[in-house]
């Protein structure tokens, strides 16, 4: 059966071999498509167009995702997601492998890490996501790295407490922070600036002690938490400031009827209202709840309460649906 193509479909085929970018040959062909007799004659040469119509957005899609990758952007995940920054050698990646027994790169060499690992650290019944950066230089954050700071939870500042050089250290990432509006040392934060803890990484080693003490004199409003990666010092303490820091909460749910399901919590801001846990659990549930029931934080357990009832870390929640 002949294909009968009109003149139409002849002008948008020349406007195709005349193309010269992806994007106008992708505009031809769906012109063609668009103008190109629609019977038994021309199913293969329409078979054949979305073919080469197909191979060309996918060619798109390639060379847009080459254009937009940023090895330093990091998809969140867990109850938080906490950007670890130091200077070379600070034991920052020791810390991570730890805390999270990820396997990062841990060296005694400065600049291991070149981009950034992760890894999700435990948390009684949570997982708080940890990231390891690339260390900082005097007066320089890595390109790409600004942005990741600024999108996280939490921002870990690590400083080697053992080194002689600790003080000028805290004092450069600090400048560097302080630059980019990120943190700062004043003990009243920008509402822009991330939230941070200063970890004062090494305390089992020499001159450990004698720096912790000069830092706090000259820094008495800093609130800083002395670890050791290599002895475990104070990361539980750690790990409890860093839950604590991301102000969150965890609100267990209640099937009407049944035991409460407590393996996996929902996180959800402090402050959240009854409201807030229906919503994270599916969106339909804002319009639907006939009532609430909550044990925990209210006065006796099983307690009915408002939509607006401000929930607190570990309740449990029953919903009623209509």
Known sequence: MPANLTPQYYAAEEKYKQAKTTAEKIEALQEMLAVIPKHKGTEKIQANLKRRLAALREKKQQRKSKSTYNPFVVEKQGAGQVIIIGFPNSGKSALVSTLTKAKVKVADFPFATTIPETGMMNF??????????????AGNIPPGLTGTIRAADLLLIVVDISSDECLEHVEGIFSLLKEKNLASL??????????????????????????????RELYPKLKIITVSAATGK??????????????????????PGKPPQLEKPFILPKGSTVLDFAASIHKDFIKKIKS????????????????????????IVELNIN
Do not use: M
């Open 124 to 137: 009684e019944d949570v997982q708080i996501q940890l990231v390891d950066t690339p260390p900082l230089t």
């Open 186 to 215: 004043s003990s009243s934060q920008g509402k822009d600036q991330q939230p941070f803890i200063l970890l004062a990484n090494k305390i089992d080693l020499p001159k450990g002690r004698e720096n912790i003490q000069i830092l």
């Open 234 to 255: 104070n990361l539980e303490v750690l790990r409890q400031r860093v839950f604590d820091a991301l102000r969150v909460i965890r609100v267990y749910s209640k099937p």
């Open 292 to 315: 609430a029931h909550v044990w925990g934080s209210t006065r006796f357990d099983g307690q009915a309460v408002a939509k607006s009832y401000v929930l607190e870390d570990k309740d």
